[in-house]
C-alpha cells in the first residue's frame, strides 16, 4: 500500500504567519492527493483535491502543489480557525490511504 | 442538500461483532460509492475499506479483510458497517463517506459513530 508521511508531526505558529505541511508518499501517486482539515469532535473537511484544486468555499490562503511523491499544503496566513490537523490523502492506489496528520497549534 | 446520518454510540464486549449504519438522503445508493474510515481516541484518520466506482467491487483494507463487512440496502439507502471479533483496538469513531466517481473525494462525511470496546 502508499504510505504518507506528513512533516512535521506538529507546527507551533502564530496568527498571521504562514504554514507549510509536507506530505511524502512511497511511490507515485500523480496528482492524486487531497488535504483534510479535521477540528476536535468533527469529522474532517475536505480543503484540497487533485493536489492543487481548493473544494468549494475553502478560502484562497489555501493552497496545494506537488504530484509524484512530493506535496505541500500552504497556509499564507494563519487565521484562528486554522489550528487544527490536516490530512493528506490518496486516491491513485488501493487501499486507499491518509497520513498520519500533522497538527498546527498556536504558538 | 446531501446528508449521512450514523447510528448511536455503542458499548461491545471483546470478541462481540457491531453493526454501524449511515442513512444517506439526497442522493441514492445506486448514485455513489460508501466508504468507511475510522480515527481511535487521540489518533489518525485510517481508511477501511469502501466500493470502487469503476468496477462496484468492496475493496477493504488488508488489516480488516478477515473481520470487516459493508453491505447495503438500497430501499432505505442505507448503509452498514459490520466489524466482528472486536478487540480493544478498535475502540474508535466511525465514520460513512462516499464518492460519487473514480475520481472523487470525500467530500461528505457522517458525524461520526463512536464504538467502545471494553470488558
Known amino acids: 500500500e502508499v504510505v504518507l508521511t506528513q512533516s512535521p508531526a506538529t507546527l507551533s505558529l502564530s496568527p498571521g504567519e504562514r504554514a507549510t505541511l509536507s506530505c511524502r508518499a512511497s511511490?507515485?501517486?500523480?496528482?492524486?492527493l487531497a488535504w483534510y482539515q479535521q477540528k476536535p469532535g468533527q469529522a474532517p473537511r475536505l480543503l484540497v483535491y487533485?493536489?492543487?484544486y481548493r473544494a468549494t468555499g475553502i478560502p484562497a490562503r489555501f493552497s496545494g502543489s506537488g504530484s509524484g511523491t512530493d506535496f505541500t499544503l500552504t497556509i499564507s496566513s494563519l487565521e484562528p480557525e486554522d489550528f487544527a490537523v490536516y490530512y493528506c490523502?490518496?486516491?491513485?492506489?488501493?487501499?486507499?490511504?491518509f497520513g498520519q496528520g500533522t497538527k498546527v497549534e498556536i504558538k | 442538500q446531501v446528508q449521512l446520518v450514523q447510528s448511536g454510540a455503542e458499548v461491545k464486549k471483546p470478541g462481540a461483532s457491531v453493526k454501524v449504519s449511515c442513512r444517506l438522503s439526497?442522493?441514492?445508493?445506486?448514485?455513489?460509492?460508501m466508504h468507511w474510515v475510522r480515527q481511535a481516541p487521540g489518533k489518525g484518520l485510517e481508511w477501511m475499506g469502501g466500493?470502487?466506482?469503476?468496477?462496484?467491487?468492496?475493496v477493504y483494507a488488508q488489516k480488516f479483510q478477515d473481520r470487516l463487512t459493508m453491505t447495503e440496502d438500497t430501499k432505505t439507502d442505507t448503509a452498514y458497517m459490520e466489524l466482528r471479533s472486536l478487540r480493544s483496538e478498535d475502540t474508535a469513531v466511525y465514520y460513512c463517506?462516499?464518492?460519487?466517481?473514480?475520481?472523487?473525494?470525500?467530500?461528505?462525511w457522517g458525524q461520526g459513530t463512536l464504538v467502545t470496546v471494553s470488558s
Open positions: 463517506s462516499f464518492l460519487l466517481h473514480a475520481a472523487g473525494w470525500y467530500k461528505e
Open positions: 487533485d493536489a492543487s
Open positions: 511511490q507515485s501517486v500523480a496528482n492524486y
Open positions: 466500493i470502487d466506482p469503476e468496477d462496484g467491487r468492496i
Open positions: 490523502q490518496q486516491r491513485n492506489n488501493w487501499p486507499r490511504t
Open positions: 439526497g442522493y441514492t445508493l445506486t448514485e455513489l460509492s
